[in-house]
Every structure is written in structure tokens, then in C-alpha cells.
């Protein structure tokens, strides 16, 4: 089993800079990727962004894009995503998502297996 927990979310305002971190913790060695999704509101969870061990390789949704950042947290053996420029409608609860499967790029919520409880993130106009 793999246990994720995510942190960093708060208020900020639009234009303004956060960063998420999750931590994993349990049965890592069998990670092969880590990604992160958001839900906003009476809307389905989306894809956010991605990224694969094997060869560092990042995926970004359209709206991620030039804005948002995944990297990986060796110190927590996961993944951050540096958020700039947020806008609100960035505002969601962000999930960070892991998985071992060893095929796919990740940008879909059907390739995880693990899941954090989430973060709030709130960008004011």
C-alpha cells in the first residue's frame, strides 16, 4: 500500500504563487509515477499534471500549461507542483494520485491507484 498526503494549499490572490507538496510513504519502491488532479465544485475531477520516473517525463493539461510546474520531492519521495500566476479559476481541491503501472502517461484518474485526501486551493479575484 502507498499512503499520499498532500499540503500546501491555501488563499491567495489571483496573479499570486503556491506550492503543493505530497508526501508518499508505504510500498514506494513500486511507484512509477505520480500525478496531480483538481475538482472544483460541482464539477468533475481533471487532470492537472503528470509525471513519469522513466525518463522525467512531465504531462500538463492545456490549462496547466506555461503556469504550472511538476517536479519531483526526493525528500518526500513525491512530487510538487509549483502553481504561478493562478487565476480563480483555479480554485478546486487538488489531489495528488500515484501509480505502478509501468504503461500509460498518466493523465487520466482511471491509471491511479493511490490518492491523497486533497488540498484547498482558493485564488480570490
Known amino acids: 500500500q502507498v499512503q499520499l498526503v498532500e499540503s500546501g494549499g491555501g488563499l491567495v490572490q489571483a496573479g499570486g504563487s503556491l506550492r503543493l507538496s505530497c508526501a508518499a510513504s508505504?510500498?514506494?519502491?513500486?511507484?512509477?509515477?505520480m500525478g496531480w488532479f483538481r475538482q472544483a465544485p460541482g464539477k468533475e475531477r481533471e487532470f492537472v499534471a503528470a509525471?513519469?520516473?522513466?525518463?522525467?517525463?512531465?504531462y500538463y493539461a492545456d490549462s496547466a500549461k506555461g503556469r504550472f510546474t511538476i517536479s519531483r520531492d526526493t525528500a518526500k519521495n513525491g512530487v510538487a507542483l509549483q502553481m504561478d500566476s493562478l487565476k480563480p479559476e483555479d480554485t478546486a481541491v487538488y489531489y495528488c494520485?500515484?501509480?505502478?503501472?509501468?504503461?500509460?502517461?498518466?493523465?487520466?484518474?482511471?491509471?491511479?491507484?493511490?490518492w491523497g485526501q486533497g488540498t484547498q486551493v482558493t485564488v480570490s479575484s
Open positions: 508505504g510500498v514506494i519502491f513500486s511507484i512509477t509515477g
Open positions: 494520485a500515484a501509480t505502478r503501472s509501468r504503461t500509460g502517461r498518466g493523465t487520466n484518474s482511471w491509471e491511479y491507484e493511490y
Open positions: 509525471m513519469r520516473w522513466s525518463g522525467d517525463s512531465t
